[in-house]
């Protein structure tokens, strides 16, 4: 049987293409616009009507809600957030910590509003493991656990080699690390149901709608003008791709593959009873999850950007190149060798969008009303919920209804960051870091020095990711 290459993603798949909603029909007015209808579109539009029922909301959605990122992921929704030791340089290590902690709340919120939604997004948590492969690996692995910990993670738990494998047996995995702030979840799933979730609460949805122009106060389409005195981007891995904005979030990609249902006797020898998302400690990383139906989706850096940040624009974004395929085919045997000859059933890519300082933000301009969060660097599907409910608050406190909140006091709130270099240092500089990474990776297997690759922690500094 031959891999499915493309077509959004599997998730689609499996779960149906969406019924389509109607486009804008010509210019209209809203309170707050909200242009782009992945999960930080969907879950602000869902917050703000919450909170204000009579609220006027527009979404504004390019293609179909969920079918950027929000429909492609690897459904690893965890306490990760982009930036975080960044913010504690900038802001102290205490603001650090409660951004920690709102992140872990996070998760426990998405799995609570899913539940109270009916939403059934096949959520399963079972926590997040970390495993490292080699000696170099095993030293970042134990020096995360201890940040981790610093950053006010007391639950977080360090597993020997028996110990992972009790819980994934990952073949030559040496350790890992245990949390239990994270769950598997099924992505299209969730946006799905978000989007019917707004929709009930009287937020409108147009589909078919690309926003070609954001300014204060107007949300330009081809079918007329969105006026609103909020108008937010929340459009990621795509927001090169508006006007002015070429330069503000490079699009990066991220590709995926998943297996077909894997027979018991397979899961006999793995383990993984507890849907933990499992992740590595390797520069070019991995994440994975046992699906609700048994397969296993596997994803990692494809080819990580394309020319001018074009990667957001082109209908194809969801095929992936065969050496990507084959690259976590190879992933997935290594870690799981009994699979070797397994079938792949679907294989898929996406985008993310990265800010050059690699840290998430959510932020409300008081003098425009112009609004915009994301910049998550992969880590966005608990972070767009985290990052809707602080839209929200922002809005309410502009608005004169509130005033600050916990959540507008977070260190990563209007945060701001100089734009990422014109080509084509843009293009050589993310391939150059890829490759460092790469062969970082590889020099430490091939060593089993203890020492992370020199080579990995220049490049790190050369991207201004650390
Ligand atoms: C392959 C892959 C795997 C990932 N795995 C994980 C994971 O396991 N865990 C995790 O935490 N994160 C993961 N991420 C990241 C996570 O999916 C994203 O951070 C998150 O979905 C971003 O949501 P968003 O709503 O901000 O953006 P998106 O979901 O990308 O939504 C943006 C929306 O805006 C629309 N749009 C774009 N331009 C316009 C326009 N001009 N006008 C109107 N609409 C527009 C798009 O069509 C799209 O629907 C992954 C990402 C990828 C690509």
New binding site residues.
Partial sequence: MNTVNGGISFWYAQDGAPVPREPLPGDSSADVCI???????LWTAYYLKKAVPFLNITV????F??????????????N?IAGRDRYARLHGHDAAVRLQQAMNDTVDEVVRVAGEEKIDADIHKGGVLEVARTPAQLQRLKDFHSVEIAFGEKDRILLGARETAERVHVSGAVAGSWTPHGARLH?VKLVKGLAAAVEALGVTVHES????EIRPKHAVTPYGTVRAPYILR?????TA??KGQHRTWLPM????IVTEPLPDNAWDEIGWSGRE?LGDMAHAYM?AQRTADNRIAI?GRGAPYRYGSRAATTADTARTGPATVEALREILIRFFPRLDGAQIAHA??????VPRDWCATATLDRSTGLGW??G?V???????NLAARTLRDLIQQDSGQSGPTDLTALPWVNHKVRKWEPEPLRWLGIHTLYAAYRRADRLEAATHTPTTARLATLADKISGRH
């Avoid at 990609?253 to 995926?256: D, E, L, R, V």
């Avoid at 992969?378 to 767009?384: P, Q």
């Fill in positions: 242009v782009g209808g992945g999960y930080t579109g504004l959605e390019a293609r809600c969920g079918y950027g990122a929000s429909g492609r992921n690897g459904g690893w929704l965890y990760g992505p709608t690309p926003v070609t929340c459009t990621e891995g795509f791709s508006l990609n991220s590709s995926m998302t994440y994803g898929w890519s996406g985008v993310l969008g969060a994301g998550y992969g880590s966005g599907v608990a972070t767009s």
